[in-house]
């Protein structure tokens, strides 16, 4: 089940140094079943241990795992300690094979998945998932895998009845995640799409003692989508889309394309578990070629309005004109009059309703990572300009 370690790499790069741990090596016990084996070596790696197995067996060809549990830790203080938790039952491995040390089987099912541990009293359950396509060799699936390795472990994963609560008490819930991989010679694509996904904000306020939100997130099923792709060899990366949409809400929608991501440049901005992090500064040639982020309304916007005129005294109009005023006053240091008018023009159709508000970046040349270190007080009016930015609102 690739569930555990399959995360959109590729597509949301970024995200993936979020968590970056000093990890112990760590091994586990064999079953004495070399599919079995081959199939749990795939989480073993730094940091990583399949800490028990049981109930292994076979059923007409295909490989049987009653139960196991992998723990993923840090280290801390020169002790190594549990910081995640992972329980898998009713796995079956179907039409496996072995070619050489890579595990290879048409798709392995999953029943109920537990992850445990990140939070006290923090859960996350799956009923059950479908992986198809593996070709699993030793350490892919670990909290510290090599991305290339991942990618190429299989085809789709599936997860259903996704469940997220905290003491007992269920937050968020999904319908399925899904996540699935495009072998394109040399570049490597990944999608993920997260369907049907509720979040209880007014459950959350109350827990957090906050007043109910105005908007119930609960009403409106949101959906996610990452698509990415990667070309080791040459570093140039896409995220086609990084997009969040809820039906009568509205949505976000995040696309880039960045140059010098090579498979040597990986190593640095996000090294292996137990290095150091890295600074820009070491980044290299690693930087931003293009960039467009929209926002579209389809009637959150009327609610926040909403929100802001009663929290100000205002009517909906006058808050409006007093937020654009705002941020037309905020401009002034920029130097560009015409991204000025045109940026202020869009919040405010953006804010009025019914429409998408698109921002873009095209620098002239690729702006490096490291060059946002050397952008200060002095110099941020060159930001504008550097990136090449226009903005554009257009109706739904």
């Known amino acids: 089940m690739a569930l555990f370690a399959p995360r959109a790499r590729t597509a949301v790069a970024a995200l993936a140094a979020l968590i970056a741990w000093s990890l112990p090596a760590t091994a586990f016990e064999p079953t004495g079943n070399a599919i079995a084996d081959a199939y749990l070596r795939g989480y073993v790696g730094p940091g990583t241990a399949v800490d028990s197995v049981s109930g292994v ?8 795992i009653e139960s196991f549990t992998v723990s993923i830790s840090e280290t801390i203080q020169d002790t190594a300690q549990s910081i995640l938790e992972i329980t898998a039952r009713d796995v079956v491995i179907s039409k496996p094979t072995l070619d050489g040390d890579t595990l290879v089987a048409e798709r392995v099912d999953t029943g109920a998945v537990t992850w445990a541990g990140m939070v006290p009293g923090l859960r996350i359950d799956f009923a059950s998932s479908q992986t198809r396509d593996v070709r699993l060799i030793d350490g892919a699936w670990g909290a510290g895998a090599d991305w290339e390795k991942n990618l190429r472990s299989y085809g789709r994963s599936t997860a259903f009845g996704m469940a997220v609560s905290h003491n007992g008490e269920t937050y968020a819930t999904a319908d399925t995640v899904a996540v699935e991989n495009f072998i394109l010679e040399p570049a490597l694509q990944q999608a993920m799409a997260v369907e049907g996904l509720r ?12 007043p109910p939100p105005r908007i119930a997130l609960e009403d409106h099923p949101m959906a996610v989508f990452i698509d990415g792709r990667w070309n080791p060899e040459n570093g140039e990366t896409e995220i086609g889309a990084f997009e969040i949409t809820a039906p009568s809400l509205g949505g976000i929608k995040l696309s880039t394309r960045l140059l010098g991501l090579t498979r040597e440049a990986v190593k640095i901005v996000f090294p292996p578990p137990g290095s150091p992090q890295s600074q820009p500064e070491e980044w290299g040639a690693l930087g931003i070629a293009a960039l467009t982020l929209s926002v579209r309304d389809d009637g959150v916007a009327q609610d926040l309005v909403a929100m802001g005129a009663e929290s100000s005294g205002l009517a909906p109009d006058a808050f409006i004109a007093l937020a654009t005023n705002g941020v037309a006053g905020a401009l002034m240091a920029y130097p560009d009059a015409e991204f000025r008018t045109q940026f202020v023009a869009a919040l405010g159709a953006l804010m009025r309703g019914g429409s998408t508000m698109t921002l873009n970046a095209n620098p002239p040349e690729p702006l490096l990572f490291k060059e946002f270190d050397e952008i200060g007080p002095a110099t941020i009016d060159e930001l504008p300009q550097k990136l090449g930015l226009s903005v554009e609102s257009t109706p739904n």
């Not at 067996?57 to 049987?64: A, I, L, N, Q, S």
């Not at 979040?199 to 906050?210: E, F, H, I, N, Y």
Request: proline share 0%.
């Open 57 to 64: 067996g076979e059923d007409g060809g295909d490989v049987t």
């Open 199 to 210: 979040v209880d904000a007014t459950k959350l306020a109350q827990a957090a003692g906050s």
